[in-house]
């Protein structure tokens, strides 16, 4: 049984990552219900494990976890058609988020088709490239948080992010409209 300590310093150091941890399963997994149980077998194992933890990068070190629990979850739904189409839901959270910031539903629409070009275009990036991108331009995390995430050298991140973000560009500026000039 955890101690009254380990309780309280996780749910100090750990759970104000839990937005993290959910939105990174959900770019790895693409689908919100498994995206949920990754998340919840993060926290799990982050909780049963915390002693283990040496105090550096908590963010990292959870999200590890998540990615260790993704790539656990593959093995075992391999072959089923887990890759759902999220851009649905994705664009409904959008939409109230931005109902009380905007009223005007030609913005509305805007952002939604944004959304979903940036989710969309991320999620035909290739998964190591992917996760980098991810880790480091929507998570903040720093080359040595990721580089000790992913168990690659500093050098390797520096060079999958450079081609992840050339990949984005070039995906992404392949689906502009010829001529279209966005503000």
């Not at 050298?153 to 500026?173: C, D, E, K, N, Q």
Request: proline content about 3%; charged content about 35%.
């Amino acid at each position: 049984m955890k101690s009254e300590d380990q309780t309280d310093r996780f749910r100090d150091v750990i759970l104000p990552h839990m937005d993290a941890a959910y939105n990174f399963a959900r770019f790895l997994v693409r689908d919100a219900v498994a995206a949920e149980d990754i998340a919840q077998d993060a926290f799990l194992r982050a909780f049963r494990s915390l002693e283990t933890w040496r105090g550096e990068f908590a963010k990292a070190w959870l999200l590890a976890i998540v990615r260790n629990c993704f790539l656990d979850w593959t093995k075992t739904h391999r072959g089923e058609r887990w890759m759902a189409e999220a851009a649905e839901e994705d664009a409904d959270q959008a939409v109230r988020s931005d109902r009380a910031d905007d009223s005007d539903p030609e913005t509305l629409l805007l952002r939604q088709r944004d959304m979903e070009l940036i989710r969309n275009t991320l999620e035909r990036l290739p998964e190591p490239f992917r996760e980098v991108l991810i880790l480091r331009e929507l998570e903040e995390l720093s080359y040595k948080e990721i580089s000790s995430l992913i168990g690659a050298p500093i050098g390797t991140v520096m060079s999958r992010l450079a081609r992840a973000r050339r990949m984005f560009g070039a995906l992404l500026s392949a689906h502009e409209p010829q001529g279209a000039n966005r503000s």
